[in-house]
């Protein structure tokens, strides 16, 4: 008997031991990122009687027959989801904000209207030098803030595809990490410390990686992991990629609209979610914006140079064209010259004070309005960043949600494991007060005579 309660004493002092040491390990890392709290399942010892019977069983103590890591799957796929979709949304925002902002500063409605309003001004007394050079310089900055406009909407485009194509070379990193994670897990042994810290590692990687696209996870019973990236063009199958110790490469492509493609092992491949998706949603609208600004700027160009040829100029010229270029980026002004500007019909003599010509003008602009253009052009974007706003906050939100249940379960409460402590401490000291007890009795048997 006296061994019996020896060998139940030291079962209970080992899993005491292992306890205390998962708890002091929970303690430890409490403000780690990433770390999942443990703890030790312990279960009975149990072995055949003394009379070897099937049914004579008797207990024998307790041993630690795991270390348990406290995360749901669910809960952890769930905060990747939420949080991949929250990350396209920011992108998106971000970049469609940065566009925004592009257009405002510029201040092309600006210098429109103030271009519109040096001709009407004009009309009041067409020989005037004074007022001929007011619209000379309200052109050429309308033409600058076009160039401006312009150049700011590139930087933005150019930021978000520097930002995509850094997206895609952290993809390939982290897969990279996670195929030497799995083969890792796969030489790791059960329920050790080893294991358990390469599950962290494994699934900080993946939260790591849904940012950057909506990735679907297959967990493999060593713990190793097979993700699927996006989907595939067409429904076609999507190569994983992370299969065991295996990666396949992304890349990324640009058009020459300045939009960006994924591909994943050479196959086109579409993402729905993750800060990449949001980049390539806000370049696709970024390429509207400009493509709606250079439309503005060229029919500007056409409607002035119309006019202008239907005109006579201050000093009895034939009216020639008074802007150049076909877009946003090459509109400029052809000359400085006052006297240039056609405020007079056709046939008129020099000095002529008739603003027929300019009226005509004034009326082509009209029609054509630029700056009711321009104001949609801005009221465009600033509405679909206010939309994509309101879709990030929500997000956010259930992003938060589900990130708060996860740690709910997974977070370490100091205030439990330091009860544990205890717990633990006086389950290590009964079970050497029960070695010392056994002891005793042992040393009393051999002591009768």
């Known amino acids: 008997m006296g061994s019996n309660l020896l060998s139940i004493g030291l079962s209970g002092a080992k899993a005491a031991r292992t306890a205390l040491d998962v708890t002091a390990q929970n303690i430890a890392n409490a403000g780690t990122d990433g770390y999942v709290r443990r703890s030790a399942g312990l279960a009975e010892v149990s072995a055949t009687g003394y009379h070897s019977t099937i049914n004579d069983v008797s207990l024998s103590g307790v041993r630690v027959e795991r270390v348990v890591r406290n995360a749901d799957a669910f809960r952890q796929s769930e905060v990747r989801r939420t949080g991949s979709d929250t990350a396209r949304a920011d992108a998106e925002v971000s970049g469609l904000g940065n566009a925004e902002a592009a257009l405002e500063q510029s201040g ?43 150049r700011q909407l590139d930087a933005v485009g150019t930021s978000l595809r520097f930002q995509a194509s850094d997206g895609a070379a952290q993809v390939n990193r982290i897969a990279g ?82 939009t960006i493609s994924f ?68 509109i400029s002004l052809v000359t400085g010259d006052p006297a240039k500007i056609a405020t007079a019909p056709a046939g008129a003599p020099a000095g002529s004070r008739d603003p027929a010509n ?60 330091g009860v544990n402590l205890v717990r633990y401490q006086q389950a290590f000291q009964a079970s050497g007060r029960v070695i010392q007890v056994a002891s005793t009795l042992f040393d009393s048997l051999l002591q009768i005579r």
């Open 358 to 417: 300019l009226g005509a003008l004034r009326a082509a602009l009209a029609a054509a309005s630029p700056a009711g253009r321009m104001d949609a052009i801005l009221f465009d974007v600033s509405a679909t960043v206010s939309g994509r706003t309101v879709t990030r906050d929500a997000l956010t939100a259930i992003s938060d949600a589900a990130r708060t249940a996860l740690i709910a379960q997974t977070g370490v409460d100091l205030d439990t494991e």
């Open 108 to 150: 092309v409605y600006p210098a429109i209207t103030a271009f519109e309003s040096s001709l009407q001004k004009l009309q009041e007394d067409p020989t005037d030098t004074s007022l001929r050079a007011s619209v000379i310089e309200a052109t050429r900055t309308m033409a600058a803030t076009f160039q401006i406009a312009s």
């Open 263 to 330: 591909t994943l092992d050479g196959a086109a491949l579409s993402l729905s979610g993750g800060s990449m998706a949001g980049q390539a949603l806000a370049l696709g609208k970024l390429d509207q914006l400009k493509d709606d600004l250079d439309d503005l700027a060229a029919d500007i160009v056409t409607t002035v140079n119309a006019a202008q040829a239907n005109g006579t100029a201050r000093d009895g010229s034939a009216g020639a064209g008074l802007l150049a270029g076909s877009s946003a980026a090459t």
């Open 177 to 258: 990490e996670l195929a030497r994670t799995n083969l890792r897990l796969a030489r790791a042994a059960d329920a050790s410390s080893d294991q358990t810290a390469l599950l962290d590692q494994r699934d900080k990687l993946l939260g790591d990686l849904s940012q950057y696209g909506d990735i679907a996870t297959s967990l493999s019973a060593d713990g190793s992991v097979t993700v699927t990236l996006g989907s595939a063009a067409a429904g076609a199958p999507t190569a994983p990629l992370v299969s065991g110790g295996n990666t396949v490469a992304m890349a990324m492509a640009t058009a020459p609209d300045g």
